[in-house]
């Protein structure tokens, strides 16, 4: 299946510490060029990042992101409450209001200062960066699905102009044998003009030379070779950017062939027209990976 290179993916990743968004964009480029952007506290993620990147996708110059959804940055540590000694002094609280029943209740902040109440647990960066490395395969999967379905509708883009350049040299070899004695009428007229004898054996000479000159069967036959091997490489799996855009030259070189070769406007005009969806088919190439 064709891949653009132009993509967008996306995914949250909710972890212990905060809510993480992995963001991917990508655009054209000849090889595979890769930004990472983390938050200092995973930094170490960054090769790991890399690879996943380079094992999904073979060129683009793609941007990867990982931002938390609030502005702090992320603590090495977590804050965690001890239920059981708030309970041992909930009671002692109790106890103290049942002596002394005007005696004011500590609020909540209170509470969490006082000693073994509240504690700091160092985070397990290990589990985190477990949990985010997932987040970016699922970002990727969203990302690679992007680019597939770009892909497919390129692919039939590049169908419908393959089928035009074929009409355009369907309407070529049609009409070659009208081109050929075209030409030869206005020798012959010339040669009237001119008024002389002509020499029939040196004519016909001259004719096959020129039907020789303006012949463009050979170039006819590599087009569509190119064609068929355009057809053929839309349906391989594999990337396949590269291929087509050198098919893409082969065809506009001999395409160039047959407008040099032009003798009359009806050629030129088919071949200008062709040109023009080599062109076309080109910059839709450009596009895939």
Known sequence: MLRSMTAYGRHRVNTDTGTFIWELRSVNHRFLETTVRLPEDVRGLEAKVRDAIANRLNRGKVDVGLRRTSAASMATTVMSVDEQALIC??????????????????????????????????????????????????????????????????????????????????????????????????????????????DSQRLEQELVYLAQRLDIDEELDRLDAHLVEVVSVL??????????????????????????????????????????????IREQVQNLE
């Open 235 to 280: 349906e391989r799996t594999d990337p396949v950017g590269r291929r087509l855009d050198f098919l893409m030259q082969e065809l506009n070189r001999e395409a160039n062939t047959i407008g040099s070769k032009s003798s009359d406007i009806d050629t030129t005009g088919a071949t200008v027209d062709m040109k023009v969806l080599i062109e076309q």
């Open 89 to 198: 002094l909930r009671d002692a609280l109790q106890q103290v209001a049942a002596v002394v029943p005007s005696s004011a209740q500590p609020d909540a902040v209170t509470l969490l200062q006082w000693p073994g109440v509240l504690s700091a647990v160092p985070v397990n960066l290990d589990t985190l960066n477990k949990g985010l490395l997932i987040g970016l395969d699922e970002a990727l999967n969203d990302f690679v699905q992007t680019r597939e379905r770009e892909g497919e509708a390129i692919a039939g883009l590049l169908r419908t102009r393959i089928m035009d350049i074929q009409r355009c040299l369907d309407k070529l070899r049609a009409h070659r044998p009208e081109v050929v004695e075209r030409q030869r009428a206005k020798l012959l007229i010339k040669l009237a003009e001119l008024d002389l004898p002509a």
